[in-house]
């Protein structure tokens, strides 16, 4: 079977996802050109579809297909793939990675007015140059000129009701820069690591920076880990804004700080069930007062919690053992399970293993049935060798821990669909 078929055979049992109605399914492809059809056989190039074809319209499905876009801009400056889409808040525009392809988007996404109500999942976003160049500048500060390679990442400079799921944001300058022109948007179940860079006077770069003013800006169910700056830096001077954050369920391990604050006054900041490992979390910076927020149901684990200079305060529920407590005796392994939301058939987890038990037992119910073919995924090797696999006959799932602390990425294969890998 060619590529074309199985792309026709895959996105065939996929066409119920996205198409109802008068909407649209459009193809792009690694050998597409921008005078396509946009269709399997004729598919669009990359930069002309995100750019915003004529043809696409609210409501409508834009599949890429498997295989690496390599923007041909590599200077520092280069904004990468430009995004500017435009949905409506009952017909966004869908942008999705081929079903069971590695779809990998290579020196950036950045997303520009008038781009809004978009979703835009299932891609890899990555800098190729730093398998190979060094991630160590000799030049201190934010922005340094002998940099030499794209910046990368996913730049959000504007757009209304978006959501970015499922993208594996790794090895960049930056993982995600979310800037204020963005509204009411959500970065959802997205796993980001190793991303920044070291130089003489500190790491930089963080795994998400965002500042925001109107409202809410979601980060959940992601997970981040390693880098050389900031996990979570929603920070800014005293002329920018760090308000209505909503922080949840995010796996947070081996990072650096969990900030959320900055010289400005902050209000509406909601940090709840986050799963938090070997990394401090700080609310409130430099402000010399902040209004309100909301801390519940958080688990840090070798860290601490620091909440600074707010007026009104909801703290309760909170799991906090620092870097020289002992874990609690005599306990088993705590494991959290975050079934998706935007997927029936993919969970993160996460273990607190205050034991070192060698081995743990994952939770199955209810999201495996007798019968369902799963997989277990460590997040840095998310297209790699699983953990474990197999067909699921109601016998436990055992999985190699051999440290404090793990994470994993629990797949089903959906029953009606061979894109699974």
Excluded at 57 to 67: L, N, P, Q
Aim: charged fraction near 20%; aromatic fraction near 8%.
């Amino acid at each position: 079977m060619n590529a074309l078929q199985r792309r026709l055979i895959v996105l065939a049992l996929m066409a119920g996802l996205s198409r109802c109605g008068e909407t649209a399914e459009w193809h792009v492809a690694t050998d597409g050109k921008p005078d396509g059809q946009g269709t399997l056989e004729a598919p669009w190039d990359l930069a002309s579809a995100l750019a915003g074809k004529p043809q696409i319209t609210a409501g409508d499905t834009v599949w890429i297909g498997e295989g690496t876009y390599k923007h041909p801009d590599r200077r520092l400056d280069s904004p990468g793939y430009v995004v500017k889409l435009v949905g409506k808040e009952d017909h966004p525009i869908r942008v999705r990675g081929e079903p069971g392809g590695r779809v990998t988007i290579d020196g950036g996404l950045s997303v520009q007015p008038p781009s809004t109500w978009l979703r835009i999942r299932d891609l890899e976003i990555l800098v190729s140059e730093n398998a190979t160049m060094p991630r160590r500048v000799d030049e201190p500060g934010s922005h340094p000129q002998g940099y030499g390679r794209p910046w990368g990442g996913l730049h959000i400079h504007a757009g209304e009701g978006c959501k970015y799921i499922h993208l594996i944001i790794h090895d960049n300058a930056q993982g995600v820069s979310w800037w204020r022109g963005s509204t009411d948007s959500e970065l959802y179940g997205c796993i980001l690591y190793d991303n920044g860079w070291d130089a003489p006077d500190r790491g930089h770069g963080h795994a998400v920076y965002t500042q925001n003013e109107s409202g809410i800006k979601t980060i959940a169910d992601c997970m981040m880990t390693g880098g050389c700056g900031y996990t979570i830096h929603a920070y800014g001077s005293s002329q920018a804004y760090v308000d209505n954050y909503l922080v949840e369920g995010n796996i947070c391990y081996d990072g650096g700080r969990f900030l959320i604050g900055g010289g400005r006054p902050s209000r509406h900041i909601r940090v709840l069930g986050n799963l938090v490992y070997n990394l401090d979390v700080q609310l409130g910076y430099s402000a010399p007062y902040n209004e309100d927020c909301e801390a519940r149901g958080n688990v840090v684990f070798r860290g601490g919690l620091q909440i600074n200079n707010y007026r009104r305060v909801i703290e309760e529920g909170n799991t906090v053992i620092g870097k020289h407590d002992p874990p609690p005796e005599h306990a088993d392994a705590r494991v959290e399970i975050r079934p998706s939301r935007y997927d029936p058939n993919r969970a993160h987890v996460a273990v607190f293993n205050w034991t070192r038990q060698p081995t743990v037992e994952l939770p199955t119910s209810p999201f495996l049935n007798s019968g369902d073919q799963y997989t277990v995924l460590r997040p840095r090797e998310f297209f790699g060798e699983p953990v474990a696999a197999g067909t699921f006959e109601g016998e436990i799932i055992r999985v190699p821990v051999d440290a404090e602390f793990a994470a994993f990425v629990l797949l089903r294969k959906p029953s009606n669909s061979a894109a699974f890998k």
